[in-house]
């Protein structure tokens, strides 16, 4: 079941999540939903899907997932794999991996089917309002823009959350409002919160810190509240 105040790092494909580096990562987020009783995702990079949901108890996505088959296809994440590999959802539509419209909306209903989470990734409130509609456990706004600036979107560009969430209530969803782009402080995640943010989805802030647990702890600290 989805839960939320929640923090989803994507960990994306950078060197400083790869191999041991990501076991490491995922554990310390681990380590840290546990002390604080806050939800905490993590979404490695693929080739280490297996291996965390082996290592981690918390909940852990594919960055993107596709609509292949199981059986004679070659090179895509299909969906009955990655529940079978300990997976519980997965992000999909990142703005660095965008998809046709049709297909996040196939792509919500074949993961909704066997039991997996969905978080669609938004541009603005206008997509936030199509994908909201469509029902995924999460709509993740994030202008594109802002994505690795460091500049928080919950700062820079408050609108797009408040935007966004009038534009997701107003379709009667069930689907939780998240947020994402430039967030790197706990500062940051707070005034998401007050916004009206039901979580934050964060990548570079936390993978590319000097201490990537203590920023965990900084951001997941905030959910608390």
């Known amino acids: 079941m989805f839960k939320t105040p929640i923090l989803i790092i994507n960990a994306k494909n950078y060197l400083e999540s790869s191999g041991e580096k990501g076991v490491l990562l995922a554990k310390s987020a ?127 560009r408050p609108e797009v959350i408040t935007d966004s969430l009038k534009a997701v209530t107003g379709t009667g969803s069930r689907s939780k409002l998240i947020c994402g782009a430039g967030i790197v402080t706990g500062e940051d995640v707070k005034k998401a919160l007050e916004l009206g943010a039901e979580g934050v989805l964060v990548a570079s802030g936390i993978v590319k810190a000097s201490d990537p647990e203590a920023k965990i702890m900084e951001l997941a600290r905030q959910l608390r509240t």
């Open 30 to 156: 681990e380590k840290v939903a546990r002390e604080l009783e806050v939800n905490i995702v993590i979404a490695p990079p693929t080739p280490l899907l297996y291996t965390i949901t082996k290592s981690v108890s918390i909940p852990v996505y594919t960055q993107h997932v596709d609509l292949s088959k199981v059986g004679g296809t070659t090179g895509f994440i299909v969906p009955e794999l990655i529940k079978d590999m300990g997976a519980k959802g997965s992000i999909i539509n990142h703005s660095e991996h965008q998809l046709p419209i049709k297909i996040v909306s196939q792509t919500i209903d074949r993961l909704k089917s066997i039991g997996l989470e969905t978080v669609v990734c938004a541009v603005d409130h206008r997509k936030a309002t199509t994908f909201a509609r469509m029902n995924p456990d999460a709509v993740a706004v994030e202008p594109p823009e802002l994505i690795g600036s460091g500049i928080a979107v919950s700062k820079a």
